[in-house]
């Protein structure tokens, strides 16, 4: 039997007697604290982990969620393998949260930083780079901040509060708002004040975040796969790209099983080296979105692309 939560995801019982998240709808739940009341049942009930193989459960950021491809990835990967691959969405930091728990086998997230903290305190084993895309300044078409076409981001965002344009921020200590944070401290500029507005359903996700920031007619980071896919619906142009303090690489950080026994360990790993062969899930990221955006929302990271490529690790 399935009951829905919030219209986005499901809890469905599998044949081990675990309880996971599904998507189911297009909804985002209403706060992110459900994800954690997830865990706190799972870990009170002892349904916490699976007790045969064939299924994995993925905690993944947001982002990757909303653009599909990891649906596809998982989907092509069962098709393979018969190995199911169900996953729960959320921030990066609480997609790590979760994940410290031990309710899930693999993370999928990105914020160096908070993936270095995870690992260090032995809750994964090693962080394996995925793929990339990258984040984008946008703002009114009409652009009030006069920041189009700048080349750095960091000189643009210090014109944001001396012009005291409106920026939203998710402020969800998710891989975006750390990307976000790291810029502005990279500019030197600790951001408050009436022009520096955070988005109190930021952890909802880069999605309604963006959508919030258009209906205020204001100016934000987001990573650009999400601008692509909500383009037609909003009114926000890109204004600053191409820097390389803005590419956002993603990893995968296996959670570790000497501290959690009980995780899928050997069928998460195959998931690992099928998402990183690049004649399996590489070529498929690589592909990703050509056919309805024109150009590839991400694209392939791993060490054995970059090796295939002739580029260093």
């Not at 604290?33 to 870990?43: A, Q, V």
């Not at 001396?162 to 750390?178: A, L, M, N, Q, Y």
Request: hydrophobic share 35%; glycine share 10%.
């Amino acid at each position: 039997m399935t009951s829905k939560i919030q219209g986005k995801y499901s809890i469905q019982k599998i044949d081990s007697g675990r309880r996971v998240m599904k998507r189911t709808g297009r909804i985002r739940w209403i706060s992110i604290g459900l994800l954690f009341s997830f865990c706190f049942i799972l870990s009170c009930s002892g349904l916490g982990k699976p007790q045969t193989s064939k299924f994995i459960l993925l905690s993944s950021t947001i982002g990757p969620i909303d653009s599909g491809i990891v649906d596809i990835l998982e989907n092509e990967f069962e098709k393979e393998t018969g190995i199911r691959v169900r996953h729960v969405g959320s921030g990066t930091g609480a997609a790590l949260d979760i994940a410290r728990k031990g309710n899930v086998d693999l993370v999928l997230v990105h914020a160096k930083s908070l993936e270095e903290k995870f690992v260090n305190e032995g809750y994964g084993t090693e962080r394996i780079d995925l793929m990339y895309n990258d984040f984008v300044i946008v703002g009114p078409p009409g652009d009030p901040a006069g920041i189009k076409g700048m080349k750095l981001a960091t000189e643009a965002l210090k014109r944001i509060p001396e012009r005291k344009v409106t920026f939203i921020s998710r402020g969800d200590k998710s891989g975006t708002h750390v990307a976000e944070m790291q810029l502005w401290e990279k500019a030197g500029i600790k951001p408050s004040g009436s022009w520096y507005v955070i988005y109190e359903k930021g952890a909802m996700g880069n999605v309604p975040t963006l959508r919030y920031t258009d209906e205020r007619n204001a100016y934000t980071v987001i990573d650009r796969a999400t601008y692509l896919t909500l383009k037609n619906q909003i009114k926000l142009a890109i204004l600053v790209e191409k820097d390389e303090a803005l590419l956002n690489y993603m990893t995968l950080i296996p959670v570790n099983p000497q501290k959690f026994p009980k995780v899928n360990y050997g069928d998460a790993m195959a998931f690992v080296k099928w998402l990183t062969s690049p004649e399996k899930g590489q070529k498929i990221i690589k592909d990703f979105g050509k056919e309805k955006y024109g150009n590839s929302l991400f694209f392939p990271n791993s060490k054995e692309w970059r090796s295939l490529q002739g580029k260093k690790n």
